[in-house]
């Protein structure tokens, strides 16, 4: 993202299907990267938490309900920058 942003190196987008699924997964983030001594912001979109962020300053999470996701279409919005498909090799 640096090449096309100035204030992250990386997004993460992920979807969800409730505002207690946004919470927790948002939730699970800021945990296991306080492990690491990371702390991380939480700034919601909406109230409604349709889309949440998870700031750690290099890397900006959003979390998206799912028809959220689709109609902000941030995937979309940012096609110039290179995508990493990453899998969870560990599951």
């Known amino acids: 993202m640096r090449k096309s942003v100035n204030f992250c190196d990386y997004f993460v987008i992920c979807s969800a299907t409730s505002d207690r699924r946004i919470r ?3 939730s699970s983030i800021a945990d296991e990267l306080a492990k690491y001594g990371v702390n991380a912001s939480y700034r919601p979109g909406f109230e409604s938490l ?9 890397v900006v999470v ?4 799912t028809n959220a996701r689709e109609f902000y279409g941030l995937e979309h919005l940012w096609q110039a920058a290179p995508r990493i ?3 969870n090799k560990s599951r």
């Open 24 to 26: 927790a997964i948002a």
């Open 62 to 65: 959003h979390i998206f309900e």
């Open 50 to 58: 349709t889309w949440l962020l998870v700031d750690t300053g290099d």
């Open 85 to 87: 498909n990453w899998k």
